[in-house]
């Protein structure tokens, strides 16, 4: 029988309720008195010396309070980079600054040139319009592989070239490599792309900047997935603004998807310009603004090479990718194309020897950050699209190859510096043949071609390394900031419990889950516990969300506060019944003496412990809350497999999926239901990248993409009913919940699957077709069937 409550059960999202009635509290909702507001004039060159620029008609019309350019912000940091990465010769990576305003030049389109505050958004607007500028369009580099070329245009003067860095892994692994690809039986070479990507969540990102000149504070309202990694960013590095003087508050965020993880230049600019104006400022983002200022995603071109022996075991990978960083550096991007990317390139495999090159590039262009998954996605692309083409060159069944080469003994430790505690590959395989019907699959095509069709069934195992940790490893790797994360569990005397946390929910369900636990641990009711996130005056300093990290490394640090909550509590329940603390057990919200009927509810503990008539105060202390941080000894490592199937219409080139199956091992499953939920979003996401999403810019660096009439979002149609099974559970041995991660898992197994059941249809219908780029639009597909 499924559970009614505490770990396990599905009670319904709680924050539903005031997302559903309109009552929710976004940070456009937030309008401060006084406030004035932001139009940002934007480049619309993408590479340019900047030669004049004069605001004087614009700060003469109605309303505008100043107009500030890059002049202004020359005394003022620039935007920081989370993550330093050496490359393979022992060499930091190029870091070029990164201004709020542009200063001297632009880089790509959309960058800020100006930003006129006025009364209202209209006159804002309106001023913008009358500023004249003079700038020297000078050539642009969009292609990764021509700005390496010496000739190339520079898109930082100051820097040697536009290489950001050449980063190997594992380097002592490479001439190994070399050999075993030159001596091996059978050799799949593959030459791929991983889309750049638009985030688009459905809120725009928001700011409003506000200052009390009495206090000397500044508060930023936000749409962050972490609001004090902002604080940190924005106040020690940009602005100089000491924390205890700096509140950041991240509301109610409609979608994120990694684009509101990074310190944006806007952010910056509102919580500045309040403090000059000593009004609060709020900036609004256009969705044609978001195509052109949010970071972007994936962007990479690679060439791989999988080795098997002449039993087809796997032997040894080999990568080269280019990977995009656009014109500046934004947050975390260097860590995306190498440590959240190279790490994974076993992924379920025990392949022997692996080596990963990854060339990151500055192009005059949009930055690229971190989106859904975030280098674990690009992995598996890269590895589940080579061996399914590997087993066609081979003439063997695709899965039996997976299932041959799987990970079976754990703990595992990769040739690519990570070791995965716990797993069951085949067991998730096994799951997948079930719950996709395998069996009936030949029945289905051919009811497929007798309406013209060809149908195809692509598979796809992943594994994803989840909950970014530890801080002492992930610091000697570049990360300039520690990803633990921390949780205050505060019972109040009657017994109900606040518990501040340092992740941020934005669709996750923390409101619901989070009280799971708490509920469980305790044996009270859910409806007891409040989650308060999302503000850094309230919370204790964490981390954040993203990297599927909350409830594995949050809700660890959740649990070990707990445990001190007990701890302390069963002392007074002791005093409170004159019996031996080791004697106290609590179960179901009481606390019994062992083996005798005294008892004594939650509730009137708690009451003692902030009413201590009953308890002498030099044993005890008064009240009942406490605070625990969680460091993780590990990645968490869920995996999976999944299948698509898909009919294309041979006359049109038309992908339609006809379903789509996921079978994953999240370890300890906390609310199926929001599990199921996570997942049906990132199917949706990755097989919008693998069918129709694509950012793309012409050769002088023009966004031709840059508004819903020309990138395509996938829709309700688009998509198919999914199978979704998460029954097969591995703990993870080292955290206190044994939990893993979902919240990433869909947006990673299917772009490949999707892509594998394509060229699977293809292949059907006689044309030989070794692979296709993403998005595998009608034209695209219609164009490799005619060779």
């Not at 030459?191 to 725009?204: D, G, I, K, S, T």
């Not at 990977?323 to 025990?350: C, D, E, I, Q, R």
Request: net charge negative; with cysteine.
């Amino acid at each position: 029988m499924p559970k009614d409550h505490g770990i396990g059960a599905a009670p319904k999202r709680r924050e539903d309720v005031r997302f559903l009635t309109g009552t929710g509290n976004y940070t456009d909702d937030i309008n401060l008195p006084r406030q004035l507001y932001v139009h940002f004039l934007r480049s619309d060159i993408a590479h340019g010396e900047i030669r004049h620029i004069d605001t004087g008609a614009a700060e003469a019309m109605p309303g505008v309070k100043r107009v500030f350019t890059g002049k202004d912000f020359e005394g003022v940091g620039g935007l920081p980079c989370g993550w330093q990465v050496t490359d393979r010769h022992g060499q930091p990576m190029q870091e070029p600054a990164h201004p709020v305003i542009a200063q001297g030049k632009v880089r790509h389109v959309g960058e800020i040139l100006a930003a006129v505050v006025a009364d209202s958004r209209e006159r804002a607007r309106d001023a913008a319009e009358a500023i004249e500028f003079d700038i020297a369009e000078l050539p642009a580099v969009v292609d990764m592989k021509a700005a390496l070329a010496d000739d190339a245009p520079k898109v930082h003067d100051e820097l040697a070239g536009n290489l950001c860095y050449d980063w190997g892994f594992v380097e002592d692994n490479r001439e190994a490599v070399d050999e075993a690809i030159r001596n091996a039986a059978h050799v799949t070479t593959l030459e791929l792309v991983n889309n750049r990507l638009v985030a688009n969540p459905m809120e725009p990102r928001v700011a409003v900047g506000d200052y009390h000149r009495a206090t000397d504070e500044s508060t930023l309202y936000t749409t962050s997935q972490n609001p004090h990694v902002i604080r940190l960013l924005m106040g020690a590095f940009v602005l100089g603004i000491p924390e205890h003087k700096l509140r950041v508050v991240a509301p109610d965020v409609g979608g994120g998807f990694g684009s509101k993880i990074f310190h944006y230049a806007e952010e910056a600019f509102v919580t500045f310009a309040a403090r000059q104006l000593g009004r609060p400022v709020k900036w609004t983002s256009t969705r044609s603004e978001a195509f052109m200022s949010d970071a972007h995603g994936r962007d990479h071109v690679t060439k791989i090479e999988l080795a098997l022996d002449a039993d087809h075991n796997f032997t040894a990978i080999r990568t080269e990718t280019h990977a995009n960083m656009g014109a500046y550096l934004s947050t975390f991007a260097p860590s995306v194309p190498t440590w959240l990317h190279g790490t994974l390139m076993a992924g379920n495999y025990k392949t022997p020897l692996i080596y990963v090159n990854v060339k990151a590039v500055f192009t005059n262009t949009v930055p690229v950050d971190a989106y859904r998954g975030a280098g674990r996605p690009e992995a598996t692309y890269q590895l589940e699209r080579v061996i399914d083409k590997a087993a066609r060159e081979l003439g063997v069944d695709p899965v039996a190859l997976r299932r041959q080469n799987f990970v079976t003994e754990f703990p595992y430790a990769t040739p690519v510096a990570v070791e995965y505690d716990t797993g069951d590959y085949n067991a998730t395989m096994d799951k997948l043949v079930e719950i996709a019907d395998f069996a009936g699959f030949e029945a289905r095509r051919k009811e497929s071609e007798a309406k013209g069709r060809l149908r195809g069934l692509g598979v796809n195992a992943y594994i994803e390394a989840c909950g970014i940790a530890p801080s002492n490893l992930v610091g000697q790797l570049g990360a300039r900031a520690g990803l633990y994360d921390a949780a205050t569990v505060r019972v109040n005397a009657t017994g109900s419990i606040s518990v501040m946390v340092g992740a941020h929910s934005h669709g996750q369900g923390h409101e619901t889950s989070f009280p799971q636990v708490i509920a469980e641990m305790l044996g009270i009711d859910e409806s007891q516990v409040e989650i308060v996130h999302g503000d850094t005056s309230k919370i204790p300093f964490g981390m954040g969300t993203y990297g599927s990290r909350s409830i594995a490394v949050c809700g660890s640090a959740m649990v070990r506060a707990t445990e001190k909550v007990i701890a302390k509590a069963r002392k007074i329940a002791a005093h409170l019944m004159e019996a031996s603390e080791a004697d106290i057990e609590l179960k179901d919200g009481r606390f019994t003496v062992a083996g005798t009927d005294k008892s004594v509810a939650w509730g009137d503990v708690t009451l003692a412990a902030y009413v201590p008539h009953n308890y002498p105060l030099e044993d005890i202390e008064p009240g009942l809350e406490e605070t625990a941080f969680y460091d993780p000894a590990n990645f968490t490592f869920p995996a999976g497999a999944y299948a698509c199937e898909v009919e294309v219409d041979p006359e049109t080139g038309r992908v339609t999926i006809e379903r789509f199956a996921a079978a994953d091992d999240f370890g300890n499953i906390i609310n199926p239901m929001i599990v199921d939920g996570q997942v049906h979003g990132g199917l949706a996401q990755g097989i919008g990248q693998a069918l129709m999403e694509n950012c793309a810019y012409d050769e002088n660096g023009q966004l031709v993409s840059a508004s819903y009439m020309d990138y395509a979002m996938p829709r309700a149609d688009d998509v198919p009913f999914y199978s979704v099974d998460h029954s097969c559970q591995t703990p993870c041995t080292h955290n206190p919940l044994g939990v893993k991660g979902c919240g990433e898992a869909g947006a990673i197994g299917s772009p490949p699957s999707v892509v594998n059941a394509v060229i699977d249809a293809l292949h059907s219908g006689g044309h030989k077709v070794a692979h296709i780029d993403m998005p595998l639009t009608p034209s695209r597909v219609w164009a490799a069937m005619q060779g």
